[in-house]
């Protein structure tokens, strides 16, 4: 979350906000006038941060995150979080239905400024940092607490690729053969995640919403956590849409964290192998999804940075498909893709 917002010179929710702030900004120690953006994301949320006086640190985040997007739910996980012993921000005031909250502030040193594929003696401990996080936050796992990571879901994800990247992006139809090939590949990665270990699942696990601070790491973007398959958080950890890692220091990490997993009595598979292929296919679940949520921000919400980041997620989708026979059906329709990209001049 560090992309620079639009401009806010005409704002009403920005006035709005500092009209809601104002109301208990004594209690705080709020500085209004101190009031200025912190960052933006993917979604439609803004985050400001202002001066504070108070017992919480010299500065404070104010959340403008319009209906539909979900404060009772950020508020609900990050309750959860905290009781499982992992740093996220509190929530010290909210407006449900205005969609505005004030939440602590974890700093401004975050893990994707910090991180770098080439330092992997840096990354170490950081990396360990936010597994033995996420282990904490799946040991406290309960099922129908939060909602299910089910097929119907899975399979909705996985169709923004069609709709978004292929015939928007490409400028191509889905035909008969191409609607067979994506059926066979997610009947496939659906079984996989389904057949996995349910625990808590952040979703968004990944080093631009984790923060360097004290207790280490801060962990932000969590409203849309769910109950679903035990390797897809590690996965999306290791194979981030914003930096790719040497497969030696993943394998490394990985393995960290299925020792430390089985440690805390964690249901991961026994067999290293096969936990790996669990990572692997719903890493290529979330790559799918990706290809097409990426191509969307583009066309649907003038985003059109994330779509840089497109080859890096086909790269990633490619070399799991081709690893695996079943999926090689799926690898040949995505070079067919990557050809199309160069024809229509989507080089990026």
Known sequence: MTDSPADTSVDARRDALAAWLRTFSRRY???????????????????????????????????????PEKCREFAQVARMLADAGVHVPRVLECDLEAGFMLVTDLGTRTYIAELDPNDTARAKPLLRDAIDALIRWQSSSREDVLPHFDEAFLRREMELMP?????????????????????????????????????????????????????????????????GPIAYDVASLLRDAFMSWDEEFELDCFVYYWERAKK???????????FYRQIEWIGLQRHIKILGLFARLHYRDGKARYLTDLPRFLGYARKVAERYRPLMPFARLLDDFEQRAQQVGYTF
Do not use: K
Request: aromatic share 10%; net charge negative; glycine share 8%.
């Open 29 to 67: 120690g709020l500085d209004l006038s101190s009031l200025a953006p912190a960052s933006a994301d993917a979604s439609f949320r803004r985050y400001f941060r202002l001066s504070s006086t108070g017992e919480h640190g010299g500065s404070l985040i104010a959340v403008d995150a319009p209906p």
């Open 163 to 227: 709709e978004w990247y292929v015939t928007r992006h490409l400028g191509r139809e889905v035909d008969d053969n191409m609607r067979g090939v994506l059926d066979r590949t997610y009947a496939l990665l659906i079984a996989s995640a389904r057949a996995q270990p349910q625990v808590f699942m952040l979703r968004d696990f990944m080093p631009r919403n984790l923060m360097i601070c004290a207790p280490n790491p801060g962990v932000l973007d969590f409203q849309d956590a769910v109950y």
């Open 264 to 274: 805390a009595g964690l249901p991961v598979d026994p067999d290293f192998g096969e």
